[in-house]
């Protein structure tokens, strides 16, 4: 059974930084790529960045480009979102989801979901 297991999230002051991990289990994930999206109140879920698991080839959403970083790690089937100079409206739920053979933006692509882990930026 696969499973993805997001942590890290939590409150932080606008300007900071947070990491969040995403623990993926249940299968080999060589053939997978793995995205970030997020979800405000009363917003869609939006596409954050995504990373393919094999050659680590990556792509952002320009509301991010320059602040978050992808990056995996292989041996430890984990995938993290290094955040920076974080925003007030980067504040959401960040979710940590598993495609075959993709990591784009469309979320309906994403076999698997994490359950999701807070993210809270103040100003």
């Known amino acids: 059974q696969v499973q993805l297991v997001e942590s890290g999230g939590g409150l932080v002051q606008a300007g900071g930084s947070l990491r969040l991990s995403c623990a993926a289990s249940g299968r080999a994930f060589s053939n997978y790529g793995m995205g970030w999206f997020r979800q405000a109140p009363g917003k869609e879920r939006e596409f954050v960045t995504g990373i393919k698991w094999s050659g680590g080839s990556t792509t952002y959403a320009d509301s991010v480009k320059g602040r978050f970083s992808i990056s995996r790690a292989n041996a430890l089937n984990t995938v993290y979102l290094q955040m920076n100079s974080l925003k007030p409206e980067d504040t959401a739920v960040y979710y940590c989801?598993?495609?075959?053979?993709?990591?784009?933006?469309?979320?309906?692509?994403?076999?698997?979901w994490g359950q999701g882990t807070q993210v809270t930026v103040s100003s």
């Open positions: 989801a598993a495609a075959r053979n993709y990591y784009g933006n469309a979320w309906g692509y994403y076999d698997y």
